[in-house]
């Protein structure tokens, strides 16, 4: 067999493949189009005083009914930062009215002394041990905390008045729980922004955290949360109020969380929007200059964590949670539905660009060092390719303004190189997560897939 078929059919390829992936990445760029335009809408309401995003938090109004809050933080495998995190949520939130429940596990000694130790000096802070041994999943372990509440209100006489949820690395908000206080009387649940935490070691890895979350929470939630679409919790930094997780878990037996679920948070979230109860996101400023009340950690720094903790996020969202939740009648719901799980095709979108790209050089690599002749790629895909590098460059720049409006201009401009670096992690993630999901036994209940944690170090905590 000669060198030309060969050549012929890396033609084949590179056109069909370009064509794919050009098609593609345009349905993607014109969705997220619009929800560019949504958020510049909204802020341009804003200049004219008619938005609700970006509130001071001495506009809000006091709660009528102030009450005590249960902090949830379900913990496995923990030693050398539950500890620290525990004297640092207890110190921030000194004078508040809440109680901290810690869940571990009997396999798990180390864990159980730390939170054991700092329980000792904390007496706000619960010890529970799950019955079974560890790891089971964060749902399983979350709903051992919630039977260890009804107890204790049942011991107090009292009922607390939302959930809290966190985990072992956090560093909470000192004014988180006074914004859910308030907030948490006319809203079901209650997220407030994530903000990772850059890793001067992970400029790449966990730096494309920082550019994702950035955008994600300073855009996405925001037009998510304007448009009334259900606001899927993110498992940190949320409250969920307590009448509402007590009606979720009547329903399901005793048991307000999925305990067979890998993504117990988002999916909690929109099943309390699918009941009718309404769920917000909130970027509040605790000063009017000053940076909103969020919760603040380190994301995985090395790429096989990065790729584990998105393919969690992906089988549990994108695959799943389609399979558990369905999807929603009303046309925001749906339409930020399919965002969520559009991340498998667009990894093999992604995938299909980087192969024609592969090809194309090597296609151009012979025509440099032999007599072959490169094909003149048709017209149409010419223009479609163009249109494409137009809202590829717009979509660089927007990922840059808001990297560079949370960590500074020169994160901002890394964030545009990092995203290669997010694309290659997503495409690693998709295809572990098809994988697991077609191969997985379907009697076999998931395990707790956590990353290794790092609290921040002290420098970091302000």
């Known amino acids: 067999m000669g060198v030309e078929p060969l050549l012929a059919i890396a033609e084949i390829a590179v056109r069909e493949l370009a064509l794919f992936a050009a098609a593609g990445f345009l349905v993607g760029a014109l969705g997220d189009l619009v929800i560019d335009g949504l958020w510049i809408g909204?802020?341009?309401?804003?200049?004219?005083?008619?938005?609700?995003?970006?509130?001071?938090?001495?506009?809000?109004?006091?709660?009528?009914?102030?009450?005590?809050?249960?902090?949830?933080?379900?913990?496995?495998?923990?030693?050398?930062?539950?500890?620290t995190m525990l004297e640092t949520t207890g110190w921030r939130f000194a004078g508040q009215d809440?109680?901290?429940?810690?869940?571990?596990?009997a396999n798990d000694p180390g864990t159980i002394a730390e939170v054991q130790a700092v329980a000792a000096r904390q007496p706000n802070i619960r010890v529970v041990i799950n019955s079974q041994a560890g790891p089971t999943t964060k749902a399983d372990c979350l709903n051992t905390l919630y039977h260890v509440l009804v107890a204790e209100e049942r011991r107090m006489a009292t009922r607390f008045k939302s959930v809290i949820l966190h985990d072992a690395e956090d560093l909470v908000h000192a004014r988180e729980i006074p914004l859910f206080d308030t907030m948490i009387e006319h809203h079901a649940l209650v997220q407030i922004p994530v903000v990772p935490l850059p890793d001067i070691r992970s400029r790449w890895i966990a730096g494309h955290y920082c550019d994702e979350f950035a955008e994600a929470h300073g855009k996405?939630?925001?037009?998510?949360?304007?448009?009334?679409?259900?606001?899927?919790?993110?498992?940190?930094?949320?409250?969920?109020?307590?009448?509402?997780?007590?009606?979720?878990?009547?329903?399901?037996?005793?048991?307000?969380?999925?305990?067979?679920?890998?993504?117990?948070?988002?999916?909690?979230?929109?099943?309390?929007?699918?009941r009718g109860a309404s769920g917000r996101f909130v970027r509040v400023r605790e000063e009017p200059d000053g940076e909103p009340i969020a919760i603040r950690s380190h994301f995985?720094?090395?790429?096989?964590?990065?790729?584990?903790?998105?393919?969690?996020?992906?089988?549990g969202i994108a695959l799943y949670g389609w399979e558990r939740l369905g999807w929603h009648r009303g046309a925001a719901d749906f339409g930020m539905r399919l965002r969520d799980r559009s991340s498998i095709l667009a990894a093999l979108i992604l995938s299909a660009a980087y192969l024609a790209m592969v090809l194309a050089f090597a296609l151009l690599l012979v025509s440099l060092t032999t007599s072959?002749?490169?094909p003149v790629p048709p017209r149409g895909l010419i223009l479609l390719l163009q249109v494409n590098a137009a809202l590829l460059s717009w979509r660089l720049v927007v990922r840059a303004f808001f990297t560079g409006k949370t960590y500074g201009w020169m994160e901002g401009l890394l964030?545009?190189?990092?995203?290669?670096?997010?694309?290659?992690?997503?495409?690693?993630?998709?295809?572990?997560a098809v994988t697991g999901y077609l191969f997985a036994p379907r009697d076999r209940r998931p395990q707790w897939d956590k990353t290794d944690h790092v609290f921040p170090a002290i420098a970091e905590i302000r």
Not at 69 to 79: G, I
Not at 98 to 105: A, P
Not at 223 to 250: F, H
Not at 416 to 425: H, L, Q, S
Request: net charge positive.
């Open 300 to 315: 995985p720094a090395t790429l096989g964590a990065a790729v584990r903790q998105k393919t969690r996020w992906v089988q």
């Open 415 to 432: 964030a545009i190189p990092r995203a290669v670096i997010g694309n290659i992690i997503a495409m690693m993630a998709a295809r572990r």
């Open 42 to 83: 909204l802020q341009l309401k804003r200049l004219f005083g008619k938005a609700r995003d970006e509130t001071h938090i001495a506009d809000l109004p006091r709660p009528a009914r102030p009450g005590c809050h249960a902090v949830f933080v379900p913990a496995w495998q923990e030693t050398g930062v539950i500890g």
């Open 98 to 105: 809440y109680r901290l429940f810690v869940g571990c596990y």
């Open 372 to 374: 072959y002749t490169l």
């Open 220 to 274: 996405d939630l925001v037009v998510r949360d304007a448009l009334r679409a259900g606001v899927p919790s993110a498992g940190v930094g949320c409250a969920i109020r307590r009448d509402i997780l007590q009606k979720i878990a009547d329903e399901r037996g005793g048991a307000p969380f999925q305990p067979d679920s890998l993504t117990e948070d988002y999916e909690l979230g929109l099943s309390i929007a699918e």
